[in-house]
């Protein structure tokens, strides 16, 4: 029924284990490595057609002071925060107060509204960006930071609330009956009572949220245009050329557009790991 521990397989089949598995690791780092090494090359070796050679010399420092001096990256990536913060903020205030009424009150059609909030999450993106995009026109929020915000905060919104809600029907339900009985308010035991029980939660969706975000080219591309309001992932391609790619300049901004991520995973990885495994040994 579950796997067999590799340490109680045969001797082959452990070795070839330990074979195997640097072998794969590298397979599935070569996209991050090939940008990490195309990022330090200089561009005569992309004119001279050595994509996959080593450098000739080290251009790392080129390549970034030009990333961060010579072109708008430093306003794009101002732009993803300006989005990416935000979306989250709203995305965990809406989420976990229909989390807390889906999960702690019991009325007709509960069910059904929280269907809907799962149903939004299997509908294909792709098929919202023409009505989208002509909403946004209509509002005059096309090409917009605050058009961007609204729209990713109302499609995460599902997500969250079904991540909220589940959470919040597996906290100990006797201590909102203690608290109802002792005549507190029903906003003051979401405030002080289910809201630090969620901080895990919070924490985890944070994460997932603020990467999601921040990692979206599609509405990026689709919303806005220009340096005004373009995220980074979008702005990266403001370095291609109307007839070639600055692959070393695409590359070392693709290594900076990653780092946010990264850095937030790393300093908020004790809560996140705590907000995903709660309950699960229950």
Not at 54 to 83: C, K, T, W
Not at 101 to 119: D, E, H, P, T
Not at 228 to 249: C, D, K, M, W
Request: overall charge positive.
């Amino acid at each position: 029924m579950f796997p067999t521990p590799i340490e109680k397989t045969s001797r082959t089949w452990q070795i070839s284990y330990q074979a195997l598995l640097p072998l794969t690791l590298l397979m599935w780092l070569a996209p991050l490595l090939a940008v990490a090494l195309f990022s330090v090359k200089p561009e005569v070796d992309f004119v001279s057609g050595g994509y996959w050679s080593m450098p000739s010399y080290f251009a790392g420092a080129e390549n970034y002071g030009r990333v961060f001096f010579d072109s708008d990256m430093p306003r794009y990536l101002m732009n993803s925060v300006f989005i990416t913060i935000p979306t989250v903020i709203g995305c965990i205030i809406l989420s976990s107060m229909a989390g807390f009424a889906l999960g702690i009150y019991k009325f007709r059609s509960n069910i059904w509204v929280f269907f809907m909030f799962v149903a939004g999450n299997f509908v294909p993106f792709q098929i919202l960006m023409v009505p989208v995009r002509d909403l946004t026109l209509d509002l005059g929020l096309y090409n917009t930071k605050t058009g961007l915000v609204l729209f990713h905060i109302a499609f995460q919104t599902g997500f969250c609330t079904l991540f909220m809600r589940n959470f919040i029907r597996a906290l100990p339900y006797p201590l909102i009956e203690a608290a109802r009985v002792e005549g507190v308010a029903e906003w003051r035991i979401f405030w002080f009572v289910v809201i630090p029980l969620m901080k895990p939660a919070i924490a985890a969706l944070s994460v997932l949220i603020f990467t999601f975000i921040w990692n979206d080219y599609f509405w990026a591309v689709v919303l806005t245009q220009g340096v005004e309001s373009q995220p980074v992932t979008a702005g990266i391609t403001s370095f291609n050329a109307q007839y070639r790619a600055a692959y070393h300049l695409m590359s070392a901004g693709s290594i900076v557009a990653a780092l946010p991520p990264v850095l937030m995973f790393f300093l908020m990885q004790k809560h996140f790991i705590a907000g995903l495994t709660l309950g699960a040994v229950k």
